[in-house]
């Protein structure tokens, strides 16, 4: 599945931004789908993920209780909402999506999902 995302861009300290992620020409509702980010020279890491079936979420906790993932079924997407951002969330942020993977507290690791898009970059600035 090729995922594309969008809402990437440029935000103020404390602000808020609203990230999406949509298949094409295929559906998410049998995946499970998860949020990376990755600035360079540093290790991609996993932000949230959400499951297929009972919809359980997962945040690091780096971002939790700021970022809330969730999925609309009727519109095949996922979201990434983004708010109090901080320059630290600085990163091109990528989607993820995996059939088989059930999201747990055990974290995440890029090697469970099979398919990814191309990044969206979000900068938070002043």
């Known amino acids: 599945v090729q995922l594309v995302e969008s809402g990437g861009g440029l935000a103020q300290p404390g602000g808020s931004l609203r990230l999406s992620c949509a298949p094409s020409?295929?559906?998410?509702?049998?995946?499970?789908a998860g949020w990376f980010r990755q600035v360079p020279g540093k290790e991609r890491e996993g932000v949230s993920c959400?499951?297929?079936?009972?919809?359980?979420?997962y945040y690091s906790d780096t971002v939790k209780g700021r970022f809330t993932i969730s999925r609309d079924a009727a519109k095949n997407t996922v979201y990434l909402q983004m708010n109090s951002l901080k320059p630290e969330d600085t990163a091109v942020y990528y989607c993820?999506?995996?059939?088989?993977?059930?999201?747990?507290?055990?974290?995440?690791?890029?090697?469970?999902?099979?398919?990814w898009g191309q990044g969206t970059q979000v900068t938070v600035s002043s």
């Open positions: 020409g295929a559906t998410l509702r049998y995946h499970a």
């Open positions: 959400i499951n297929r079936s009972d919809g359980t979420t």
């Open positions: 993820a999506a995996d059939p088989m993977l059930y999201c747990s507290d055990d974290g995440m690791s890029e090697g469970d999902f099979t398919s």
